[in-house]
T-cell receptor
């Protein structure tokens, strides 16, 4: 069975600090996709990134970066120089090819000015 | 290109009543998914359609729940004889055809409160 664990329930940082959100996954499939979504207070899930199981290259997009390590089944997300607008709930998710998403419980990120 | 839309955005109903939600996917997206999210939790998969065919249903989808996608366009999710435990955000997502079906785009959700 697939499972996603986000051990950090809530993280508080001061603006401009770097913060890393952890995600550990379990799957028996060799082909799978990993995702991060952001859910601001408005409630809509915003897609941030998708990674397939064959691509372990780290990715950077502006202040966001992702570290995918198959050896530890982890897909961590780092926000550099956090801003108040980054405050939201962040979800890591896993899917087999083209099918349902299995989400973690989410990490609440609070960025204080 | 409009996104996924859901209607209504909020619904308050009394226990025992039936409710129906609608989801309009992004045009030409052939897959449509329903998820449920309770407070403090991540979304949980309920069911999904490829075109008009319902291909998978979660064990969470009790007999009181039914989903349809006539003609492979919009979808409806009906809950009969609502219970307080049905209070949640109901999210719809759609994904493009083969080759990109792993990309799911979410709508704003329908928040259901059962009193």
């Amino acid at each position: 069975a697939q499972k996603v664990t986000q051990a950090q329930t809530e993280i508080s940082v001061v603006e401009k600090e770097d913060v890393t959100l952890d995600c550990v996954y379990e799957t028996r499939d060799t082909t799978y996709y990993l995702f991060w979504y952001k859910q601001p207070p408005s409630g809509e899930l915003v897609f941030l990134i998708r990674r397939n199981s064959f691509d372990e290259q780290n990715e950077i997009s502006g202040r966001y970066s992702w570290n995918f390590q198959k050896s530890t089944s982890s897909f961590n997300f780092t926000i550099t120089a956090s801003q108040v607008v980054d405050s939201a709930v962040y979800f890591c998710a896993l899917s087999e090819y083209g099918n349902k998403l299995v989400f973690g419980a989410g990490t609440i990120l609070r960025v204080k000015s | 290109d409009t996104g996924v839309s859901q209607d209504p955005r909020h619904k308050i109903t009394k226990r025992g009543q039936n409710v129906t939600f609608r989801c309009d996917p992004i045009s030409e997206h052939n897959r449509l998914y329903w998820y449920r999210q309770t407070l403090g939790q991540g979304p949980e998969f309920l069911t999904y359609f490829q075109n008009e065919a319902q291909l998978e249903k979660s064990r969470l989808l009790s007999d009181r729940f039914s989903a349809e996608r006539p003609k492979g366009s919009f979808s409806t999710l009906e809950i009969q004889r609502t219970e307080q435990g049905d209070s949640a955000m109901y999210l719809c997502a759609s994904s493009p055809p083969l080759g990109r079906q792993h990309e799911q785009y979410f709508g704003p959700g329908t928040r259901l409160t059962v009193t």
